[in-house]
């Protein structure tokens, strides 16, 4: 079975600045990782994955995570938010082979303040 | 993509009755799948639906208390029976696009049940 810990359950930080986002999985297969996103008042959306070759993936909108075997971690950054970026982030995890469900982490709400 | 459509958006139910969730899709899937998002904790799959077959349950959840029905590829239902205030919770309902576990999940806005 897999597991996924986001030991932050909130982030406050002011836009511009720099933050991370942690997120550690615990699974004794290979694994595909994900990040969602969720506006408020909207339904969740996948913001980027990692299946294969690169550790380091990016979104569209600035945000980046890397894959970490030996930590077993895919923490999730941006080198400067904006207030756009308030949200909640939950980090997933299924493993590569045969039908499983998505686990999905508790959450981290990420509060941008100007 | 993915165009998921949930009804209701929210409801605010009394304890005892049973209240269905709608979910249209805009094109064939051969899963869709219906989470729970419990307040201040994460989403947590209760069944996997198939068209043609019985939903297939994760643990902790039975039929008796979700029956969910599949008539079609595009369209599902979840019904939360004999609701009590520990229901309430947001229900949301899901397909996968792409090639196995690494396709991507799209997600319905979600139904936000509160029982009283």
């Known amino acids: 079975a897999q597991s996924v810990t986001q030991l932050d359950s909130q982030v406050p930080v002011f836009e511009e600045a720099p933050v991370e986002l942690r997120c550690n999985y615990s699974?004794?297969?290979?694994?595909?990782l994900f990040w969602y996103v969720q506006y408020p008042n909207q339904g969740l959306q996948l913001l980027l994955k990692?299946?294969?070759?690169?550790?380091l993936v990016e979104s569209i909108n600035g945000f980046e995570a890397e894959f970490n075997k030996s930590q077993t971690s895919f923490h999730l950054r941006k080198p400067s938010v904006h207030i756009s970026d308030t949200a909640e982030y939950f980090c997933?995890?299924?493993?590569?082979?045969?039908?499983?469900?998505?686990?999905f982490g508790t959450g981290t709400r990420l509060l941008v303040s100007p | 993509s993915a165009v998921i459509s949930q009804k209701p958006s929210r409801d605010i139910c009394q304890r005892g009755t049973s209240l269905t969730i709608q979910c249209q899709v805009d094109?064939?899937?051969?899963?869709m799948f219906w989470y729970r998002q419990q307040p201040g904790q994460s989403l947590t799959l209760i069944a996997t639906?198939?068209?043609?077959?019985?939903?297939?349950?994760e643990s902790g959840f039975v039929i008796d208390k979700f029956p969910i029905s599949r008539p079609n590829l595009t369209f599902s239902t979840l019904t939360v029976s004999n609701m009590s205030p520990e229901d309430s919770s947001i229900y949301l309902c899901?397909?996968?696009?792409?090639?196995?576990?690494?396709?991507?999940?799209?997600f319905g806005e979600g139904s936000r049940l509160t029982v009283l």
């Open positions: 990692y299946l294969s070759g690169s550790t």
């Open positions: 997933a995890v299924t493993p590569r082979t045969g039908f499983q469900k998505l686990v």
């Open positions: 899901s397909v996968r696009r792409g090639q196995g576990n690494g396709g991507e999940l799209f």
């Open positions: 639906a198939n068209q043609g077959s019985e939903a297939t349950y």
């Open positions: 699974s004794s297969v290979s694994v595909y």
């Open positions: 094109s064939q899937v051969t899963m």
